[in-house]
């Protein structure tokens, strides 16, 4: 069975720093490019960060240079790296596998004071 599972969102202050991590299962991670989104309540999901197989990432605008995506291929596992957080990061991050349409469950982030 295809799986993703998030893990490590939470409360973190303006300007905090919070790592999410997704795990996958049930497929060979090695061979896709993975991705994560971000939903808040009334909005589309919001692509934030992309990486490929050979490893090159991009972000758009409103993350870049703050957000970093990284894979462990041992793992099977795919990172999300947020820094220097702002109220805007706050949403339901999720992670997926394009190929297919997979999707996890997500995990909340808040950035609040």
């Known amino acids: 069975q295809v799986q993703l599972v998030e893990s490590g969102g939470g409360l973190v202050q303006p300007g905090g720093s919070l790592r999410l991590s997704c795990e996958a299962s049930?497929?060979?991670?090695?061979?896709?490019?993975m991705a994560w989104h971000r939903q808040t309540p009334g909005k589309e999901r919001e692509l934030v960060a992309l990486?490929?197989?050979?490893?090159?990432?991009n972000y758009p605008d409103s993350v870049r240079g703050r957000f970093t995506i990284s894979v462990d291929n041992a793992k099977n596992t795919v990172y999300l790296q947020m820094a220097n957080l702002k109220p805007d990061d706050t949403a339901v991050y999720h992670c997926?596998?394009?190929?297919?349409?997979?999707w996890g469950q997500g995990t909340q982030v808040t950035v609040s004071s």
């Open positions: 049930g497929f060979t991670f090695s061979g896709y490019a």
């Open positions: 997926k596998r394009p190929i297919g349409g997979i």
């Open positions: 990486i490929a197989t050979g490893g090159h990432s």
